[in-house]
């Protein structure tokens, strides 16, 4: 069992910033990738970003790819990432979760493939 939690959402103007974290607790040692995911009001949950523990390689959404960092808090550790957002928009505006894997499928972005979920936090961008 793996318990995730996120913090750090808000309210900010567009072009602001924000940096949401994602604690891990349990056994994060049988995980492999931690990712972001977000649901805009009205809408299909989609993927943000990942990051795999093995080499810490990271992979974005096209939407949020030089605006977005995805990093983690520690090379060895599996148990803290953050999500540091910039130059954000209204369309960013959503429910933002982090969750985890634990198989070895090689795919990032499908949500299904996401073991572990935490509550999500809500992220909003005023114009």
């Known amino acids: 069992q793996v318990v995730l939690a996120e913090s750090g959402g808000g309210l900010v103007q567009a072009g602001g910033s924000l940096r949401l974290s994602c604690a891990a607790s349990?056994?994060?040692?049988?995980?492999?990738?931690m990712g972001w995911f977000r649901q805009p009001p009205g809408k299909e949950r989609e993927f943000v970003a990942v990051?795999?523990?093995?080499?810490?390689?990271?992979?974005?959404a096209d939407s949020v790819k030089g605006r977005f960092t995805i990093s983690r808090d520690n090379a060895k550790a599996k148990n803290t990432v953050y999500l540091q957002m910039n130059s954000l928009k209204p369309e960013d505006t959503a429910v933002y979760y982090c969750?985890?894997?634990?198989?070895?499928?090689?795919?990032?972005?499908?949500?299904?493939?996401?073991?572990?979920w935490g509550q999500g936090t809500q992220v909003t961008v005023s114009s």
């Open positions: 990051i795999n523990w093995s080499d810490s390689s990271t992979y974005y």
């Open positions: 349990g056994r994060t040692s049988s995980t492999n990738a």
């Open positions: 969750a985890t894997k634990v198989n070895s499928s090689p795919g990032r972005t499908d949500s299904a493939l996401y073991d572990y």
